[in-house]
C-alpha cells in the first residue's frame, strides 16, 4: 500500500523563545515493512544543522532558528511504500543489542500488578513458544485498558496506565513494554503513523520556567511497542487497536520508553510555555 502523510507541527511562544534548536527524529527508513519513496522535513525560517543515524537505525536531524522566535512551524510530507510483514522487523539497519531494551525505565518499571497480569497472562505456555507469550501479553494489555482518544497532556506510566484503567496509544505500549520486561523480554516503544481517517488535535506542552528549558510536547501519530522473540527478532504488537502492524502503519523511531523514543525536542533560551498544534493526516491508496 502506498501512503502520502502530511504532517504539519506548530508550536507557539510566548513571550518568544531566543535560538531555538530541535531535534527530529520524524524521518522513516527502508526495512522489509516500508520503502520511503519520497520524504521532506521543512523548519520555516531555520538553518539545518547535524544529521546523523543513530544506533537503534533512527535518523536525527537538528534545526536552529537564530534570534527571538514566537513561532515555529515543521512540515513533514512524503509517501511511503507499506507491506504486511506480520509484524515482523526485519532489515533495519541497527546496531543496538537487543539486551539494551531489557533495563526498565520509570516510565515502564513493573509493580506487583503488573507482575501479576503478565504471568496470568502467559500460565501453561512454555518459554520456548517466545511468539505465543508475546501475543498473550499484547491481549492481557488490551482486555486490561480501554482506549481513550483524547490527547493527553502527559504521558502515563505503565502502572498508572493500568491503574487507570485507560490511556492512549501511549500508554498502551507503556503497559506492554513493562508486562514483557516483567518475564526478562527486550522491548521497546516506537513511534509512527497509523493510517485512518484525518485525524486533527491540540495539544499543550507546558514548558519549564527557566533559561534552558525543554520544550518537548506529546507528539504522535501513534504509538505500539516491539518485543524480541528469540529466533524471529523484533515483533510489533499495537494493544490499542488489538492488532500486529501491518501495511496500514509506518514506522518512524524507536527508544525505551515514550520520553526516550520522542520524535521532536526542543531546547530554547528564554521564558514562557509554549503549545504544540498538530494537524495529521495519513492517507492510503492501492498499488
Known amino acids: 500500500m502506498k501512503l502520502t502523510v502530511s504532517h504539519r507541527i506548530v508550536t507557539r511562544f510566548d513571550p518568544p523563545r531566543r535560538r531555538l534548536l530541535q531535534s527530529l527524529r520524524t524521518y522513516p527508513t527502508d526495512c ?35 534570534g527571538e522566535v514566537s513561532e515555529v512551524v515543521v512540515e513533514i510530507k512524503g509517501e511511503v511504500q507499506t507491506f504486511d510483514t506480520l509484524g515482523v522487523v526485519r532489515d533495519l539497519k541497527e546496531k543496538v543489542p537487543p539486551i539494551a531494551y531489557q533495563t526498565s525505565t520509570r516510565m515502564v518499571r513493573a509493580d506487583a500488578a503488573i507482575n501479576a497480569l503478565a504471568a496470568e497472562a502467559v500460565a501453561g505456555v512454555a518459554e520456548a513458544k517466545g511468539l505465543d507469550r508475546a501475543h498473550n501479553l499484547a491481549q492481557a494489555v488490551t482486555g486490561a485498558m480501554s482506549k481513550n482518544r483524547e490527547p493527553a497532556r502527559e504521558l502515563m506510566t505503565a502502572a498508572e496506565a493500568l491503574e487507570a484503567g485507560k490511556g492512549g496509544a501511549a500508554d498502551y505500549a507503556h503497559l506492554l513494554i513493562a508486562a514483557a520486561h516483567s518475564l526478562g523480554l527486550p522491548a ?47 515483533v510489533g504488537f499495537d494493544p490499542m487497536e488489538e492488532c500486529c502492524p501491518d501495511e496500514a502503519y509506518v514506522r518512524l523511531c524507536s527508544g525505551r520508553d515514550g520520553h526516550d523514543a520522542m ?14 498544534a498538530v494537524a495529521l493526516d495519513v492517507a492510503g491508496t492501492e498499488q
Not at 189 to 206: D, H, K, L, Q
Open 188 to 234: 521497546r516503544f516506537v513511534y509512527g503513523y497509523y493510517m485512518r481517517n484525518s485525524a486533527e488535535f491540540e495539544i499543550e506542552v507546558e514548558a519549564e520556567d527557566q533559561v534552558g528549558a525543554t520544550v518537548s510536547g506529546l507528539w504522535s501519530a501513534h504509538a505500539w511497542a516491539e518485543i524480541w522473540v528469540d529466533g524471529m527478532g523484533w
Open 263 to 276: 520524535p521532536v525536542r526542543a531546547v530554547a533560551l528564554g521564558m514562557g510555555a509554549g503549545a504544540h
Open 32 to 66: 522489509a515493512s516500508q520503502k520511503v519513496l519520497s520524504w521532506d522535513v521543512s523548519v520555516a525560517d531555520a538553518i539545518t544543522g547535524a544529521e546523523f543515524t543513530d544506533g537503534a537505525g533512527d535518523r536525527t536531524v537538528t534545526f536552529s532558528s537564530p
